[in-house]
Nanobody, 119 residues
Framework: QVQLVESGGGLVQSGGSLRLSCAAS????????MGWYRQAPGKQRELVAT???????NYADSAKGRFTISRDNAKNTVYLQMNSLKPEDAAVYYC?????????????WGQGTQVTVSS
């Protein structure tokens, strides 16, 4: 089992910044990927960004140029620095840890952290 604890959400004005953190503990696989997803009301959960253990990143188009994902392997923690936030970025942000080759057999989600962006 893997436990994920997210922090850093909150209310920010349009154009502002937030930094999300997600600390993982438990049976963490050696080749896991860490990522951030988000879900706005009435919409499906969508990818924001992912990062492999060696630092290969992948971003949704909506996040490119504004968000930066990073990780500290020693702390099993992933971060999401969000700049130039827009009202459409408002959502519940979820941390995910997974091993792609194992599919649902190794896939864990955090409880989510709310990000609200006022215009």
């Amino acid at each position: 089992q893997v436990q994920l604890v997210e922090s850093g959400g909150g209310l920010v004005q349009s154009g502002g910044s937030l930094r999300l953190s997600c600390a993982a503990s438990g049976s963490i696989g050696s080749s896991h990927v860490m990522g951030w997803y988000r879900q706005a009301p009435g919409k499906q959960r969508e990818l924001v960004a992912t990062i492999t253990k060696i630092g290969v990143t992948n971003y949704a188009d909506s996040a490119k140029g504004r968000f930066t994902i990073s990780r500290d392997n020693a702390k099993n923690t992933v971060y999401l620095q969000m700049n130039s936030l827009k009202p459409e970025d408002a959502a519940v942000y979820y941390c995910k840890v997974y091993i792609p080759s194992l599919g649902s057999r190794y896939e864990y989600w955090g409880q989510g952290t709310q990000v609200t962006v006022s215009s």
